[in-house]
């Protein structure tokens, strides 16, 4: 791939709209366990990759908004629109799409949908990534996510090694309490392993977390 | 000549499995920048049971696998395995 091509791909991935290591597709056979936990939203998503390319899941969101609190089970189908490898980077691109139900804590229950699209750019020490995200019941309920990371490494780590970043995670989410969230964090993973831990700007704390097997 | 060639066939027999060599393939793969993405190809390689050994190697950007005594893994079924697991074989290189 060109050079113009790999400078393409990372301005997509910048500006398109969750994370390579949190990729909703991995590999063909592999499971997916991906929870993350803030004060008023929890998002868990459970995923089995059919192939490279594609992988079907489950997943249950809650959301304490500005008028009421929503839990959501959605069953999710994901595919990779596109990855870009090159020798030192690569670049996904995934569309998520899922239907479901949701229980509200002032509605009748209700029928649900689910759309995100995401993409990510890695390199040994430099990580970017944009998600755009929502979750629909009706006119009434209405939740969006857009999210931007950057992150660095501070050093290289190898692949049995503990891997270090300092990530910065900008969140606007709609019909919250607090939209806009600046939260600076650690991730760390270790094998199949990772865990994030942060926290906002406002001192609102952010664990996450995923592992393949 | 039938003691010439049952002598022959005892050291074929004792000879042949001391000679069937383990082979080291070396894989160059394109995308492999993180140790948790990479964890598929660990996992798919050390499945298979040809396979006595897999190490990743992350600077380098190389698989390397190592057989067990007399097996090999075809080109074909490395470059699926690479692919499955999201990556893009630049090249094999063997050595026995």
Known sequence: MSRSYSICAYVAALFLCSSAYANPVSFKG???VMPAYNKDWTDLQLNYSLSNRQSVGVSGFYREGLNSSS?????????????????????NVTFSL?????HDSRRDDAL???????????ARRVYSQVL?????????????????????????ASFDELNTWVVLQLDY????????????????????????????????????????? | MKWLIAAFSVFAMVVAPVVAHAE????????????FCAQGIKKTFSAQKEVEKVAVDLDKKIVS?????????PDERITQAITDAGFEVVEIKRQK
């Not at chain 1, 999710?76 to 020798?87: D, H, K």
């Not at chain 1, 899922?98 to 949701?102: E, L, Q, S, V």
């Not at chain 1, 964090?185 to 664990?207: D, K, T």
């Open chain 1, 98 to 102: 899922g239907g479901g139900g949701r």
């Open chain 1, 71 to 91: 839990t959501f089970g959605i069953g999710q189908y994901n595919y990779l629109l596109a990855r870009w490898n090159e020798l030192d980077s690569q670049t």
């Open chain 2, 65 to 73: 696998i190592t057989t067990k005594q007399g097996e090999s893994v």
């Open chain 1, 30 to 32: 592999g499971y997916g």
């Open chain 1, 132 to 156: 755009a995200e929502t979750l629909q019941s009706g006119a009434a309920v209405q939740y969006e996510k857009y999210r931007g990371r950057v992150g660095f490494a501070p050093y290289n």
């Open chain 1, 173 to 213: 989410m709609t019909e919250m309490h607090d939209p806009l969230r600046i939260t600076p964090m650690a991730r760390l993973f270790y094998n199949n392993v990772a865990f994030e831990l942060g926290v906002s700007l406002q001192g609102i704390p952010f664990v996450g977390g995923a592992a393949h097997f």
């Open chain 2, 24 to 35: 080291e393939i070396s894989v160059s793969v394109k995308g492999m920048v993180c140790s």
């Open chain 1, 112 to 122: 649900a949908g689910y759309a995100a699209v995401e993409a990510d750019y890695e």
